[in-house]
């Protein structure tokens, strides 16, 4: 099995013991069609994992703090993020970097995996040593790869390990809600809007 097939196996199963409202948000597969179409409106080739992880999950039935960055994008968000950013950085000349070793707004060659309230997981499609890692756009600000993911496959795996051994993924803890929700939160959270979290088991 894949790196992306085990990772997800893992994760699902996770979800389903322990927070089995959290498992009931995750959508259907793609449609490999939908995919296609996707690829052929953005003029981009998806890397295959990020394929295989939407052949598993086409994002979410509705908004869950399931993995602990942001959460997973269907095709039909990719599409619209990526046009957005695209849109707002020919408007505003968000293509240039603000400075030497610095990166811009937006590249033409990224890819949202995963986002929230105009902040993304990219995937950075730039030929060379660093083609398929995990990245970070900001809606305010530039985007990084400051200890970034070398590919989607890395991100998943670790996140299966996080909850299995009740380790932190770059600073994000598993705790469980009065409702059994999963939520990812920094280290010492006890509460979430004035409800108690408790830590994942």
Do not use: K
């Amino acid at each position: 099995m894949s790196v992306v097939g085990e990772a997800w196996g893992r994760i699902e199963e996770w979800l389903e013991r322990h927070a089995p409202s959290s498992a009931a948000v995750l959508a259907p597969p793609a449609d490999p069609r939908e995919i296609a179409a996707a690829q052929a409106t953005l003029g981009l080739a998806f890397p295959a994992e990020l394929v295989e992880s939407l052949r598993r999950h086409d994002g979410l039935l509705e908004w869950a703090n399931v993995l602990p960055e942001h959460p997973p994008l269907s095709v039909a968000q990719i599409v619209e993020h990526r046009q957005m950013c695209m849109d707002v950085a020919e408007s505003v000349d968000g293509f240039t970097p603000p400075g030497p070793g610095q990166e811009p707004w937006w590249h033409e060659l990224w890819l949202p995996f995963a986002g929230c309230d105009g902040d993304a997981q990219v995937i950075d499609l730039r030929p060379g040593p660093g083609y398929a890692r995990l990245g970070w756009t900001v809606h305010d600000n530039g985007g990084h790869f400051d200890g970034a993911w070398p590919c989607l496959g890395a991100y998943l795996a670790e996140t299966a390990d996080a909850l299995a051994d009740r380790l932190p993924v770059n600073g994000w803890h598993a705790y469980l809600t009065v409702d059994g929700d999963l939520w990812w939160s920094t280290a010492g959270q006890v509460e979430l809007n004035g409800t108690p979290l408790r830590h994942a088991p």
